[in-house]
């Protein structure tokens, strides 16, 4: 038995946290992100004219929309927030500067970039219990990966009856 004030080793307290099932799941519980999503987001980041009609359920509501790399939305979304800035006063430039670095994804040791954690799609509609989207027509949206519950390929299309 080791005594109580003796300095535990790096190898003792990690092996005592992975016997606390407070600190450790102990079964596993499925993946958090769908890999076949994951990959066709990687794919539109990689090659951004693979844009895809896609919808996605999140939460309990549909979303709709188009898959877009997220080079893509950071350029729509700068462009559109800069809208609201002065050109006259520099004070776009700046913030469109500023925002460049928004999108710089950190790189892994092996110098790779990680797998994607965010989806990105343009004219996004939500649908939620009523039938008709909340914002007709669309907007930019970015979700995280780990949240879509499901997703199909094609677009969801409201027609008032």
């Known amino acids: 038995m080791s005594d109580l004030n003796e300095p535990q080793t790096h190898d003792d307290m990690l092996r005592g946290r992975l016997d ?7 079964e596993w519980q499925g993946r958090g992100i769908d890999q076949l999503l994951q990959w066709l987001v990687n794919n539109t980041n990689a090659h951004p004219n693979n ?38 006063d520099g004070s776009r430039e700046i913030f469109k500067e500023e925002a ?39 907007s930019l949206w970015r979700g995280k990966l780990s949240s879509v519950d499901g997703f199909n390929l094609g677009r969801l299309v409201y027609t008032a009856q």
Do not use: C
């Open 20 to 26: 606390d099932p407070l600190f450790v799941k102990q």
């Open 100 to 138: 460049s670095h928004w999108n710089t994804p950190p790189i892994t040791e092996s110098g790779l970039l990680p797998p994607p954690q965010f989806i990105h799609l343009e004219a996004a509609e939500i649908y939620s219990s009523n039938e008709r989207p909340i914002l007709p027509g669309g």
């Open 51 to 88: 844009q895809h009609s896609i919808t996605l359920t999140v939460g309990g509501n549909l979303i709709s929309g188009k898959l877009i790399s997220a080079d893509a939305y950071f350029k729509k979304m700068t462009d559109h927030l800069a809208a609201d800035f002065s050109a006259e």
